[in-house]
């Protein structure tokens, strides 16, 4: 399977960094232009569960590759991906899969803008990274990969990318019902990292602020409204448990989340795709959703006044 990862950041760079060992051949497609430098001069630099190792991939801008790719793996930020699938369009075929594994909701409705329905495949993972600067990422733990072909997860070639996937390592399953596990996913991050973001402390620090509880259930329960509008399965007690069962220090309670470290870093975060996805739906459906609507412009707020564009 011809492989390209488009957004080599901190996860696209652990999907290929583990990708590579098998024998299928990797690409990476980036546009930070540093980043592919950095790559192609001195391979990518990872800081692993088994120490450090140079991962020799080759690394283009998206205006440089050329040939055709079996499976693209999308791993820019949400808002990257309409970019990213523009600038690519030239070396997308009919024979060509998309893997979409990112957070927020809306990420499908996007690509399916540029790719048929029946050529996506769509996910979650709990694998981490970290992406440190250009050409060196951090990735340990250990973690998984849920996905579902939308077309049929009985098609030959969603079968040899779970194979692809299981002999790098990545521990795939294939899901029937995966818009189940990226709302809920969708809805842990838009509690933690927003929250998390907005009062500029750690998960762990979050669980003990005044009212912690009530602050969950205010986003939760208009996820539970907005997703059965969607017709999506959403189990708003597992949900909770899920994110309840993170505060522990053991678990992930000295963990800053990722808008968190986006916000610190000075990047735009996904808060459109996340609370910002369930007031904007709430809006248009006539679903009062005034928490989610709030924090998506607490956040816009701190990004704006960090002159992040
Ligand atoms: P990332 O920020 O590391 O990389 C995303 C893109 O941004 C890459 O193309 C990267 O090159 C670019 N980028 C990053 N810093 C840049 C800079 N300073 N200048 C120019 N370009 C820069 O993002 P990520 O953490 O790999 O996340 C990709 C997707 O996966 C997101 O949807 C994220 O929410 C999701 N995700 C991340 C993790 C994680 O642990 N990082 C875990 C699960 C899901």
Redesign the pocket.
């Known amino acids: 399977v011809k492989i390209a990862i488009a957004?080599?950041?901190?996860?696209?760079g652990r999907f290929g960094s583990m990708l590579a060992t098998t024998d299928n051949p990797v690409t990476f497609i980036?546009?930070?232009q540093q980043?592919v430098a950095a790559i192609n001069a001195h391979g990518l630099l990872a800081h692993t569960n088994d120490g450090d190792k140079r991962v020799h991939v080759p690394a283009f801008l998206p205006k440089d590759v050329h040939g055709t790719f079996d499976l693209i793996i999308l791993?820019?930020?949400?808002m990257?991906i309409a970019d990213m699938l523009t600038a690519l369009k030239p070396v997308i075929t009919p024979a060509t899969h998309v893997l979409e594994?990112?957070?927020?909701i809306g990420n499908i409705e996007t690509i399916s803008k540029f790719v048929p329905k029946n050529q996506i495949i769509a996910g979650v993972?709990v694998?981490?990274?970290?992406?440190n600067g250009p050409g060196e990422i951090t990735m340990k733990g250990n973690g998984s990969v849920t996905l579902q072909a939308l077309a049929s997860n009985e098609e030959p070639f969603f079968k040899q990318v779970l194979q692809v996937l299981t002999e790098a390592g990545l521990k795939p399953t294939a899901s029937n019902d995966v818009l189940t596990a990226i709302w809920r996913k969708a809805a842990l991050n838009s509690v933690l990292n927003t929250y998390t973001t907005i009062l500029d402390c750690n998960i762990g620090e979050f669980s003990q602020v005044p009212d912690c509880d009530t602050l969950i259930d205010n986003v939760l329960d208009e996820f539970a409204a907005i997703a059965a509008n969607q017709h999506v399965h959403f189990d708003e007690a597992a949900t909770k448990q899920l994110i309840v069962a993170q505060f522990p220090d053991d678990a992930n309670g000295t963990h800053y989340p990722?808008m968190h470290q986006d916000m610190a870093?000075g990047?735009k975060t996904?808060i459109d795709f996340l609370n910002g996805y369930i007031a904007k739906v709430g809006a248009k459906a006539g679903i009062p959703t005034p928490v989610n609507a709030l924090l998506t412009k607490l956040i816009h707020g701190k990004e704006q006044l960090r002159q992040i564009q």
Do not use: I, P, Y
């Open positions: 957004g080599a950041g901190a996860m696209g980036d546009l930070w980043h791993f820019t930020k949400a990257g594994l990112g957070n927020g993972t694998w981490s990274a970290a992406l990722s870093k990047r996904e």
